[in-house]
């Protein structure tokens, strides 16, 4: 349930234009955020990554036995990755060193762009129901 805090802060951010347009006082609150995206970014990237492996491929046997606790957390791993590779895509690339990687997230980044405000909105949606079927049991 603890990954959800870090997913909601990062739709947040990726909602940040459509949450200010509504709320012009949230800005001065993303903007305490905003220096640590680039980090925050980073890790949900390798742990949605991580998470889809273990959790969306491997796990799929899940899907019969917690249906709504399997799809969730689907989801959450999806949006972890995408929202992290939006934010976190430059603090990734310090570390990689081989072109052809670059390149490749260069295109995923480029691929996401577009749709970062729903990326956000539905990164924050994700995150409340993951932490409602945590309080739930499912």
């Known amino acids: 349930m603890g990954i959800a805090i870090p997913l909601f802060i990062l739709g947040a951010l990726g909602a940040g234009n459509l949450i200010i347009a509504r709320k012009p006082s949230a800005k001065e609150l993303l903007g305490k955020v905003a220096p640590y995206q680039g980090w925050l970014g980073a890790g949900m990237a390798i742990y949605g990554i ?14 019969t036995t917690n249906p709504v606790g399997y799809i969730v957390g689907s989801a959450v791993s999806v949006m972890m990755f995408a929202l992290g590779m939006l934010f976190g895509v430059g ?48």
């Open 50 to 63: 991580y998470n889809i492996v273990f959790w969306v491929i491997l796990g799929i046997g899940y899907l």
């Open 91 to 138: 603090t990734l690339k310090t570390f990689v060193k081989q072109p052809q990687a670059v390149a490749k997230m260069d295109q995923v980044v480029a691929k996401l762009a577009p749709y970062q405000g729903t990326l956000g909105i539905i990164g924050m949606i994700t995150a409340v129901a993951f932490i409602a079927i945590g309080f739930l049991g499912l």
